[in-house]
């Protein structure tokens, strides 16, 4: 695909984006920049895209990852302007490595759970997070648009379900939207 025929792809799920970025920040001027972001990311790394994949997923992908980002810097930023006390070598150190090691194992339990649904629930449920909307759903899966939306909700349950220790210790989990 042409750079320039793709630039005009790119720009015409815009609305899209928009809608689903409003979705992350629940801001709209948050929701503006990030698409924003996004869009510039999509024009610089174009080059990865590759024609006949859905350019949708991959824009939200690209949304996704940007806003992700932003909101690690964002938390050190806050997290450093916070910090009313200094703190010696030796506690930071032992801070970073409790951290990383916490998110391993919170991450190998989400996909643990995620790999224990059942295909039904889980390939509608992994379409909707990538940001396809139910009728798209509906069509690709060839099923009924309300069973699409039955299984999301039952994945959403199980996986509450099977994650709900880390809610309990004060994680925010994507689930409980």
Same mark, same amino acid.
């Given at each position: 695909m042409e750079n320039i025929s793709l630039n005009q792809e790119i720009c015409k799920h815009? &609305?899209?984006?928009?809608? +689903? *970025?409003?979705? +992350?920040?629940?801001? #709209?001027?948050? *929701?503006?920049?990030?698409?924003?972001? &996004?869009?510039?990311? *999509? #024009?610089?790394? !174009? %080059? !990865?895209? @590759?024609?006949? &994949?859905?350019?949708?997923?991959?824009?939200?992908? #690209? %949304? @996704?990852?940007? +806003? #992700?980002?932003?909101?690690?810097?964002? =938390?050190? @930023?806050? *997290?450093?302007?916070? &910090? =009313?006390?200094?703190?010696? =070598? =030796?506690?930071?150190k032992l801070s970073a490595s409790g951290n990383l090691g916490e998110n391993k194992f919170v991450m190998e339990d989400i996909y643990k759970a995620l790999g224990q649904l059942q295909e039904d629930y889980k390939v509608p449920f992994l379409k909707y997070f990538e940001g396809y909307k139910y009728h798209e759903i509906a069509d690709e899966l060839n099923i009924p648009i309300g069973t699409v939306k039955t299984r999301i909700h039952m994945a959403r349950q199980i996986l509450k379900g099977q994650l709900k220790m880390y809610s309990a210790g004060g994680y925010q989990t994507a689930l409980s939207a």
């Open positions: 815009q &609305t899209c984006l928009e809608n +689903f *970025a409003l979705k +992350f920040t629940n801001d #709209i001027d948050d *929701a503006n920049d990030l698409v924003q972001d &996004t869009l510039i990311k *999509a #024009i610089r790394y !174009h %080059m !990865h895209y @590759r024609e006949g &994949t859905n350019l949708r997923g991959w824009l939200y992908t #690209i %949304m @996704r990852n940007t +806003f #992700i980002n932003d909101y690690r810097k964002g =938390s050190r @930023r806050k *997290a450093v302007v916070e &910090t =009313s006390e200094d703190l010696n =070598s =030796s506690q930071l």
